[in-house]
């Protein structure tokens, strides 16, 4: 079966300081892969969306970037963290088409804490 | 554009009452509909896909079309049904991306 790993689970960092979330799926391939932020009240938020290895599409332009260097693997990364980059970060996968089955499937995410 | 509107931010009912969740969407093709459920401390996750007109821990879902609606509902509600509710629209020219509600915070009250 499949199952999506995140890492790590919480996350605090100085303001300024580097940023790497990993994800990792197991169990399928080529997957479409995704990073969401959830923000209390304000839903879900896409940042990114990738489709295959190397291809990342960016939906919020800000300081964070992401790469896909493995099929089943998507990091999140940034340069130098703000304070407004505080937030739950989501991983999610889904089956690409042309099949029916569009629904996503999240991992458990990673708090991060920027000071 | 295509938008999800879930128009409750908060939704409070006692125990064994009936629930309605709301969730109306804006798109001019063949929607396709999902809600998921966050419980408390633990991932987001897949509730109930219109396409499967499946009932799912006592929910259901109806896609109106002519109200553009997906409204959540479950006639008795229990308390293990305190959650996060989110409902998000799959539409084929996205490139597999869910649109998403805002969420409604659902608590269940004794």
Known sequence: ???IHQWPATLVQPVGSP???ECTVEGTSNPNL??????AGRGLQLLFYSVGIGQIS???PQNLSASRPQDRQFILSSKKLLLSDSGFYLCAWSVGPPGQKYEQYFGPGTRLTVT | AQRVTQPEKLLSVFKG???ELKCNYSYSGSPELFWYVQYSRQRLQLLLRHISRESIK???ADLNKGETSFHLKKPFAQEEDSAMYYCALSV???N???IWGAGTKLIIKP
Do not use: H, I, K, N
Request: no cysteine.
């Open chain 1, 1 to 3: 079966s499949q199952t």
């Open chain 1, 19 to 21: 940023l790497s979330l």
């Open chain 1, 34 to 39: 995704y990073w969401y932020r959830q923000a």
């Open chain 1, 58 to 60: 960016s939906e919020v």
């Open chain 2, 17 to 19: 009452a009936p629930v």
């Open chain 2, 58 to 60: 006592g929910f259901t």
């Open chain 2, 92 to 94: 084929r020219d996205s």
């Open chain 2, 96 to 98: 597999y991306q869910l």
